[in-house]
């Protein structure tokens, strides 16, 4: 049986974070076994709000594939990519544009919450506003199946269904596949401050690539009920991002689960229950941390595995571009 293909990217803003590990990564190395996978750095999507700090995406694209690297993505298994060096993604992008209404994109949920965020109002740059419509173009060109993603997500993979079926229908053709999201199983990761969302922006979160001080400096520092004054106070599991961490992180269960019903009596001080993450997190992340430093010994090495990735994915969105403009009569040279 064919394997299915799944897709997923990242924008290189910043390095990557326990949020990112628990929502996505852990996924992708899973789903490297027995899917054929597509892993993409954005930087073109990064630049739709990133223009003015081009370096920042440059240099964060190394950053981000050692992360990819360090957690186990293995490019034997798993085709990792730059974005903005495979031609077909603009091209295959721009024929989508002529199939969505201006009206549509400025009703994407994700994208009206970002312009909020970022206090675009109406100078909002065309380019991030289409952002939807070019991440279409990524996950139709190398006809991904499963998207595993966020829930943030999820109103980008509806509108690259209605795409595909657009496109489908009015060129009379099943080029196209349609994607389905696939949800990851683990809520969200708060941030150290307690905040719904760890985000790289947001100075609320412990990066793969942290050292053991800087790690242990966050996790004294973290946020837990703001209502267990004393010791002896009973304490709140539920909201209490130390808890959350250790339900993500620990394999200790039983004693996790004896932490919390103490903490949750009284008579157990956070000191204690931080201490206890810190161990988890430090022996969760130091192979992580090993095999980055010695990964980022040698970066041509790294460069290189998304240069020949990048090579495999430019011919695989190349020809799903030549059978577009095959179903749309635009292929006026092939013969
Ligand atoms: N928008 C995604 C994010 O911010 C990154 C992304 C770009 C992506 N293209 C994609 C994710 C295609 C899944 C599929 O995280």
Do not use: C
């Amino acid at each position: 049986m064919k394997k299915k293909i799944a897709l997923t990217g990242d924008r290189p803003t910043g390095k990557l974070h326990l949020g990112h590990y628990v929502g996505s990564l852990s996924s992708r190395v899973q789903i490297q076994e027995d899917h054929s996978q597509f892993v993409m750095i954005a930087d073109a999507q990064a630049l739709t709000d990133y223009a003015h700090e081009p370096k920042r995406v440059s240099e964060n694209v190394l950053e981000v594939a050692l992360d990819y690297l360090s957690v186990g993505i293995d490019p034997k298994k798993t085709t990792i990519f730059i974005q903005s060096l495979v031609p077909a993604l603009p091209e295959i992008t721009l024929y989508f544009l002529n199939l969505v209404t201006w009206n549509r994109l400025k009703h994407n949920p994700t994208v009206k919450l970002e312009i909020q965020q970022k206090g675009y109002g109406e100078e909002v740059p065309a380019g991030f506003m289409i952002y939807p419509v070019s991440q279409a173009a990524d996950i139709t060109a190398f006809k991904a199946e499963v998207v595993p993603v966020g829930d943030d997500q999820l109103p980008m993979i509806e509108q690259t269904v209605e795409l595909v079926r657009k496109f489908n229908r009015l060129y009379q053709t099943d080029v196209l596949i349609e994607p389905k999201a696939v949800l990851s199983s683990v809520a969200r990761l708060p941030g150290i401050d307690g905040k719904a969302k760890m985000g790289k922006s947001l100075g609320n979160a412990i990066f793969l690539s942290d050292s053991p001080d800087e790690i242990a400096k966050k996790v004294k520092g973290m946020y837990t009920d703001p209502g267990h004054l004393r010791v002896e106070d009973p304490g709140k599991v539920e909201g209490n991002p130390v808890f959350t961490y250790l339900d993500a992180f620990a394999f200790d269960r039983a004693k996790v689960e004896e932490l919390k019903a103490h903490y949750q009596r009284g008579g157990l001080g956070d000191g204690v229950v931080k201490k206890y993450l810190l161990e988890v997190l430090l022996s969760f992340l130091e192979p992580i941390r090993k095999r980055r430093e010695e990964l980022a010994k040698d970066p041509s090495h790294v460069m290189n595995i998304l240069f020949e990735g990048t090579k495999v994915a430019s011919a695989v969105a190349g020809e799903t571009l030549r059978e577009m403009k095959r179903s749309m009569g635009i292929d006026y040279f092939a013969h």
